[in-house]
């Protein structure tokens, strides 16, 4: 069967500027058709918008908004990896032979009702993702002796490489003091430690290998696709030293994409909060379990950003449809080598992991130049 | 490639009742593992939730209701024809490979935010769908004749197929004279011409051709699907006497599946408004454009239940996430022989038509046993 390629992208910059969710969408698009040698509209054959806005018929609002009449347009939710699974729809449409090419766009507002886990009612008053992101660090400070000043790390390593991502959200640095004493939103999540809600859209160009290189001469492939839906509430994840819809999906991915951890070149990895980070570096085996705060110490002190070289969602911003598309942006860049001055020499395999609600479920890429 | 068949279907009564969206979804699941022999909650790998509600996650949150941890789950949203959406959406994961089978769940209720048109400025005031079907229904009278009395032959035929839908909203014959009488909602557009918001749930399994004769003896395929989305507003149906969205989707569905209109035995066809569908008998190649209303009566007179034989969305109800997904289960039903009293003998192949807000976007579906 045919390949599926990532042939061209586009972003918005992450702000808090009041812009509509189609505005956002249409600015994210417009760079693909400023970019992108003999691409017309017409041969866009698919359309997916992701959001948790509840905008109704946006990927036919978004369509007509860029002169675009597709054969497949409908929005795609599934909280904060709606991106990825928008990306892994469009895999499965080209995939399938029912289209050649898909334009896939993500967009979230500050204010999204993707934010809150209103639905979760076993979660009682503690609905906001900061107390599940609480749950987890104490089950690894417990398990692991993991530090609040390991935390910190987290937070410091991405926000200095976002500082190379135009963009972000945060534009300065923030040193491991400022972040240890920003304001405690619980016992040991601090206001650093968590990705910002923003605004922001991000849009990727798929299609066909046997169409792709009417786009590009330097496409990018999908190779890797591991999915996981464990549960929506916390019942399913016994461990919360670990996420196990994360676990599930990468096995499956680096299993399709016949790679390994080791072969990972570059990696974007869902750090909602700093502990994320640090679970996921496990989880995906880049480092054995209990390992993981360590490893990001030592890419810290070594300024290497082969782990969330945009910056991560904590330095980026986290405009929740937007992020697995905008993630997945950024290793397509850097496979292609024109990441800028985030640029890793070499990058040959790169990995995207993006997750819902506590892990509760997971989307893991890999990509390949 | 694989073929990508149906192995099961649940439905619930669309009524009025107040139940939640992920409790209407699970009645629907329900007599899907109660009816299919060897189906375990493990084997469902995909599920792909249908709605315009608002709700978050929702696809996780049915799994979780059901049991069901699947490597594939959110929702999809196209207003009215969400329903196909999903239904092609789960075909191409499952033909590309990403799974074996897959669960589609639509819901709606009566209160649904997608029922009215907000987000279309261009039609000032106008936002409710009545004035589209309106602007159609002028159009084809003008153009071909049709009268006010074809329009209620429509809606009479649907609403005595329903009498056999034990599903349908509504439990009662309409005479001619009471549809000819019921409320004008514009001056070609009464209350009995429309069809009913109402609340209600379906689901289909569908799975591929390697597995799906663990699950069921009597599979029926899906052997083609055209889509178009043409615009979101008004602006690119020049002729409102045609839905040219339709026209496209039909032409491709019989192209993928090399069937012709004539070898159709049965057919369901959106029948929002009465006029719809005088206009897509025309336009999916059933009649020629003008003798739509003519062929209605026929069928009427005839009791012949060849087209809408569970009632139509006017006889049935349309709970629009739902109804796509409700649709394509008459047809399964037809094709499988257990239809019941709805039956049309010798049913081989079959037709589904699902389109959203005035035809700009499209669905078709053609089924074989």
Request: hydrophobic share 35%; glycine share 8%.
């Amino acid at each position: 069967m045919n390949k599926v390629g990532i042939a061209a992208t586009g972003l918005t910059k992450f702000t808090k500027d009041d812009t509509s969710i189609e505005s956002l969408m249409g600015l994210a698009v417009k760079p693909i058709f400023e970019k992108t040698n003999n691409l017309e509209q017409k041969d866009v054959e698919a359309v997916l918008t992701s959001t948790n806005a509840n905008d109704k018929y946006l990927a036919n609002i978004v369509s007509e908004l860029c002169g675009i009449s597709p054969k497949i347009a409908h929005s795609v939710e599934s909280l904060c990896n709606s991106g990825t699974n928008c990306i892994v729809s469009a895999y499965a449409y080209i995939k399938s032979g029912l289209a050649k090419t898909a334009l896939v766009i993500g967009a979230e507002k500050t204010d999204s009702p993707g934010l809150i886990l209103e639905w979760d009612k076993s979660r009682g008053q503690y609905k906001h993702p900061i107390y599940w992101s609480s749950l987890f660090t104490s089950a690894h400070m417990r398990k692991y002796g993991t530090t609040l000043e390991d935390l910190a790390y987290v937070s410091a390593k991405n926000h200095r490489n976002a500082l190379d991502n135009p963009y972000a959200y945060f534009e300065r640095n923030f040193s491991l003091d400022e972040i240890m004493e920003s304001k405690n939103l619980t016992e040991n999540v601090r206001l650093l430690d968590c990705s910002m809600p923003c605004n922001g859209a991000s849009a990727i160009l798929l299609a066909s290998e046997d169409v792709i290189t009417k786009f590009t001469d330097t496409p990018i492939w999908i190779t890797g696709i591991g999915q996981k839906a464990l549960s929506a509430g916390f019942t399913k994840n016994d461990d919360l030293t670990s996420m196990a819809s994360s676990v599930y999906s990468a096995s499956n991915a680096y299993k399709m994409s016949d790679r390994r951890p080791t072969d990972v070149d570059v990696a974007e990895l869902h750090d909602a909060f700093s502990i994320c980070e640090i679970i996921e570096l496990e989880d995906l085996g880049f480092v054995k379990k209990g390992e993981g705060a360590d490893y990001v110490k030592q890419l810290f002190d070594m300024h290497d950003r082969k782990i969330n070289p945009r910056g991560g969602l904590i330095g980026t911003g986290h405009p929740l449809g937007a992020t697995g598309i905008a993630q997945t942006i950024e290793i397509f860049q850097q496979l292609q080598g024109t990441a800028g001055k985030r640029q890793i020499n070499n990058s040959k395999v790169g990995l995207v992991h993006n997750m819902s609600a506590a892990s509760t479920s997971s989307t893991v890429l890999i990509l390949e130049s």
